[in-house]
């Protein structure tokens, strides 16, 4: 009796779908008068029309890695990202002026260009000069967002599954908040607001309880039993209540540091990350919809039921490559709207886009990507080299010096406590050898730091017995 009450609650019922669906399009035929009007019946006809591919992908649509609260759930999902990105298609055909009057078809108070924002300005956490409230500022703040940043980030937890992952998120979108409030000025925040109220209260509190529930529902005992089993009225109402909680718990191990794909793919989860919450920033402001608008709501709502699905798949197809030989289809269409709102931006608002970035923030982040790059070097690339490998990176490494100062210099072979580099000559020459004189010369600030790290973090090429052969070699 239990496996036949399941049977019915999980089938996909498509003949009775189709009756329904049937049903309902001979009445509109035959017992609904059309209307005169062809600005309500083009609005009609695409509602119906998206309805019925929604019943067909609710009913036929593959599932997903998802089964609760039902696979219908999840499917009707799926089909929900594929109307929305025909629409992103649609709105990235468009001329700009075409595109955001065509806004105005589905809420006529859009179309109409509004006004930014800006939180910063008086950052003072105490004002004195206002005798009235002192506070004001930190009042000021205390919007709709700020309970909103909360929800977010719990959600963003419990579909990453890292703390680490989480945190680097959180901290690098407040950074690109710094880099591009020359762009947007809703960018523009205090200190105060950018890394107390936004990481630590409401992100670090979101990312806090996110892991907390995910602590429960890994030690939670997954053991299903059949509603009509259960005999208290108490016990069928908690049992109604977890069917809204997962069947059986995956525990994400992203373990970036293995291998050179795993790190790759971390990186490029972070990077549609950051460009997913980017886009949220720039599409209000290059459409004209303001922040309270429920377009704009809906898509975070969209996004946090596609997102769990999307990382779920490309966690398992990171997992294990030989089982899972493509990607799944909610992380190929959460990837493929991610890049279509960004192309939007770029064609509707180019000269935002392409404001010149300040000298000293394109000198960080310089500095963050050459970090990237040099570690990604050195841990998949240089440690686990022999000495043979270093003498030839190390030989490329003279030949560019002859080639940018036409001989090599005596103090390349300062070696010291078994480190290359661990003199300020040296450190110059390693800026004009790896990066080129050029990039020396326009970017002073990071490429030393980094070359300052370097050759004071253990980061040894060479021993000390090679120092003979390539003193052998430069003689020659």
Not at 296 to 313: D, H, K, S
């Amino acid at each position: 009796e239990q496996a036949g009450i399941n049977a019915i609650f999980l089938k996909s019922h498509t003949v009775t779908v189709l009756f329904i669906l049937t049903c309902v399009l001979v009445y509109v035929t035959l017992l609904e008068e059309t209307p005169q009007d062809t600005t309500y019946n083009t609005k009609r006809g695409i509602v119906a029309s998206i309805l019925v591919f929604l019943c067909f992908g609710v009913t036929q649509a593959k599932d997903g890695p998802f089964t609760r609260p039902h696979p219908a759930y999840w499917r009707f999902w799926l089909c929900v990202s594929v109307v929305y990105e025909l629409f992103l298609i649609f709105v990235l055909f468009q001329t700009v002026r075409d595109g955001r009057q065509f806004m105005k078809y589905i809420d006529p108070k859009l179309g109409v260009a509004l006004p930014e924002r800006d939180y910063g300005g008086n950052c003072l956490i105490y004002d004195p000069g206002n005798t009235t409230d002192p506070w004001h500022n930190i009042w000021d703040k205390m919007d709709g967002f700020v309970p909103a940043h909360f929800l977010g980030w719990y959600i963003k937890t419990l579909v990453i599954r890292d703390w680490w992952m989480c945190m680097i998120i959180s901290v690098m979108f407040e950074f690109l908040e710094y880099s591009l409030e020359h762009q947007l000025p809703n960018f523009s925040e205090c200190w105060w607001d950018h890394w107390i109220m936004d990481v630590l209260v409401c992100n670090g509190l979101g990312i806090y309880a996110g892991m907390k529930t995910l602590g429960w529902l890994s030690m939670k005992p997954y053991q299903w039993q059949g509603l009509w089993n259960i005999p208290t009225y108490k016990g069928k109402i908690k049992r109604m209540a977890f069917q809204f909680t997962p069947y059986s718990w995956v525990k994400f191990e992203w373990k970036p540091a293995s291998n050179l794909r795993r790190w790759l793919a971390v990186l490029g989860i972070i990077f549609m990350f950051l460009l997913a919450e980017l886009n949220t920033f720039y599409l209000k402001f290059v459409l004209w919809m303001p922040p309270e608008h429920y377009l704009v709501l809906l898509r975070l709502v969209f996004f946090v039921n596609v997102g769990g699905v999307a990382m779920r798949e490309i966690y398992d197809f990171m997992d294990d490559p030989k089982f899972y030989r493509k990607l799944g289809q909610q992380a190929w269409l959460v990837a493929a709207i991610t890049v279509t709102e960004f192309l939007i931006v770029v064609k509707y608002d180019p000269r935002t886009i392409m404001l010149p970035i300040p000298f000293f923030v394109t000198q960080c982040w310089f500095l963050g990507i050459v970090l990237i790059l040099s570690w990604t070097l050195w841990r998949f690339f240089i440690r686990e080299v022999g000495v043979g490998a270093r003498l030839c990176l190390f030989s490329y490494v003279a030949v560019v010096c002859r080639w940018c100062h036409h001989h090599p210099p005596p103090y390349l072979l300062w070696i010291q406590n078994g480190s290359m580099f661990s003199s300020t000559e040296s450190i110059h020459l390693m800026m004009r050898v790896v990066f080129g004189s050029a990039v020396s010369y326009y970017y002073p600030l990071p490429v030393f730091l980094f070359c300052f790290l370097t050759s004071h973090s253990g980061l040894c090429l060479f021993s000390l017995s090679d120092c003979s052969s390539i003193r052998k070699g430069f003689d020659q």
